[in-house]
């Protein structure tokens, strides 16, 4: 088993995660025209790192502490070193290990998990050194949170931008 699969295994327990819902999101869907409230009572947790073939990859799992509830779209996702310097804070929402996917509305249950994925050039070119991120601020759609401080990531991001996916149903965004 992955250490990916073996952390959101672990995360799963822990969360005593009873499911989720999927459904497309319509280019005129909005917090006030749908039934199931937004979610304003998420938590994040990151995995560990990972990095092959010149490209570093993180999922970072949403959980709901609340009662019932929609989110959808992309997550706003910005890198910082120590000393709360922005290292990556473009982002990019195709290519890289992640598929992506159109983002969809997801309904989670109360203490279910989405996710999504965060991929970066991990390669330097020529003399380049890749600053290192220590954590991540993450803002998620629709009013749904802002987690400035955290998730804690051990990065070594190059390229100055961050791809990222929509919010998925489950532990671990699809790979490409």
């Given at each position: 088993m992955s250490s990916l699969t073996s952390?959101?295994?672990?995360?799963?327990?822990?969360?005593?995660v009873c499911g989720s819902t999927?459904?497309?999101l319509s280019a005129g869907a909005s917090a006030t025209s749908r039934a199931t409230p937004v979610c304003t009572h998420?938590?994040?947790?990151?995995g560990q790192a990972t990095g092959t073939l010149g490209?570093?990859?993180?999922?970072?799992?949403v959980a709901n502490a609340g009662t019932r509830c929609e989110v959808a779209g992309y997550p706003r996702v910005v890198f910082f070193n120590a000393h709360g310097v922005a290292v990556d804070s473009v982002n990019l929402h195709s290519g890289g290990p992640f598929a992506m996917?159109?983002?969809?509305?997801v309904v989670l249950s109360r203490n279910?998990?989405?996710s999504f994925g965060v991929s970066w050039a991990d390669s330097p070119s020529g003399h380049?050194?890749?600053p290192l991120a220590n954590w991540a601020d993450v803002t998620l759609p629709e009013g749904s949170g802002s987690f400035e401080g955290g998730p804690a990531v051990n990065a070594a991001p190059c390229g100055g931008y961050l791809r990222v996916t929509p919010l998925e149903?489950?532990?671990?965004?699809e790979l490409t």
């Open positions: 952390w959101a295994v672990r995360f799963l327990a822990a969360s005593l999927v459904a497309p998420l938590v994040l947790a990151a490209t570093g990859s993180l999922v970072i799992l996917g159109r983002p969809r509305v279910a998990v989405a380049e050194a890749c149903t489950g532990p671990a965004p």
